[in-house]
Nanobody, 115 residues
Framework: QMRLVESGGGLVQPGGSLTLSCAAS???????ADWYRQTPGKEREFVAR???????SYTASVKGRFTVHRHNAKRAVYLQMDNLKPEDTAVYYC??????????WGQGTQVTVSS
């Protein structure tokens, strides 16, 4: 059972930056990695993906501001978030997946963007 632990969340002013980390208990080499976020009363929203080949994709609202990358040797996935806006406030989750049987989530880390 893969275990994921997110970290790096916190309170930041609008325009600021944060880097989220997702540490995995096992090798991530074969896993696609996603970041999602969720606010109270809303469904979990896809934010970014980095595939096993390193291809990245983003939801439109974060393109040009967020960067996702992975470090297989460190068993880690990162989300660099720049020029943060209040609407980025959410709990951010890491998701590693190969297929429905091998689909793992972390516990989430809170990001709050406020002055």
């Amino acid at each position: 059972q893969m275990r994921l632990v997110e970290s790096g969340g916190g309170l930041v002013q609008p325009g600021g930056s944060l880097t989220l980390s997702c540490a995995a208990s096992d090798s991530i080499f074969d896993y696609n990695a996603d970041w999602y976020r969720q606010t109270p009363g809303k469904e979990r929203e896809f934010v970014a993906r980095v595939t096993i080949s390193g291809t990245t994709s983003y939801t439109a609202s974060v393109k040009g501001r967020f960067t996702v990358h992975r470090h297989n040797a460190k068993r880690a996935v990162y989300l660099q978030m720049d020029n943060l806006k209040p609407e980025d406030t959410a709990v951010y989750y890491c998701n590693l997946h190969i297929d429905p049987r091998r689909d793992y989530w972390g516990q989430g880390t809170q990001v709050t963007v406020s002055s």
